[in-house]
């Protein structure tokens, strides 16, 4: 394998790695925004649209459905509207 390839291949493993190291800390903020029953849709939609940028690169996928059954009981449509985009990731 050329040395090049096996550098990015390493580049892109690192990052990865990176952005799992911050999934706990995600996680707890989502848990914190279900247990308290927030229904700030902004501030959902925006860890929404953050974790699905996560799912595009690999991770997050868990925390992205726990927090999109969530949204469901407080804005189905805005619920369906994610769930597409997700889905679409799988087509490209």
């Known amino acids: 394998m050329d040395e090049s390839f096996k550098d990015i291949v390493q580049l892109i493993r690192s990052f990865q790695d990176s952005l799992q190291a911050q999934m706990p800390a995600l996680e707890s903020e989502i848990d914190e925004l279900i247990n308290t029953q927030n229904q700030d849709e902004s501030t959902i939609e925006n860890i929404l649209d953050v974790l699905l940028s996560l799912t595009m690169n690999g991770i ?3 925390l992205f459905i ?3 059954d969530y949204y469901k009981t407080i804005n189905s449509e805005g619920a369906d509207f994610y769930w ?4 679409m990731q799988d087509e490209d």
């Open 60 to 62: 997050g996928d868990k």
């Open 66 to 68: 726990k927090l999109l």
């Open 84 to 87: 597409n985009e997700y889905e």
